[in-house]
């Protein structure tokens, strides 16, 4: 069976942001702070366990994108202190 290696790496990064998350969450640190450990170890300066470092990124990007647009989407007109 070919190996995919984008799906690899997908699967290397979800799994090591769970278990860091999880770690910081017993520890009582901030989410970010997971993701930001996350990023750092699987890099290609940390561990350097991706291999397409390209694509990851570009799934990172678009994934801050649709976060910020989902954050705005809440933004309420009513609230923002003009009648």
Same mark, same amino acid.
């Given at each position: 069976m070919p190996e995919i290696p984008?799906?690899?790496d997908?699967?290397?990064?979800?799994?090591l942001a769970i278990a860091v998350l999880f770690i910081c969450h017993r520890?009582? /640190?901030?989410?970010v702070v997971g993701f930001l450990? =996350?990023?750092?170890?699987?890099?290609?300066?940390?561990l350097g366990l991706i291999k397409a470092i390209h694509e990851v990124e570009?799934?990172?990007?678009?994934? /801050?994108?649709?976060?910020?647009?989902?954050?705005? =989407?809440h933004f309420d007109i009513s609230s923002s202190g003009h009648s």
């Open positions: 984008l799906l690899k997908i699967l290397i990064v979800f799994g520890l009582r /640190v901030q989410t450990l =996350s990023g750092i170890f699987v890099g290609p300066y940390g570009v799934f990172a990007e678009v994934g /801050v994108v649709l976060g910020t647009r989902k954050k705005n =989407s």
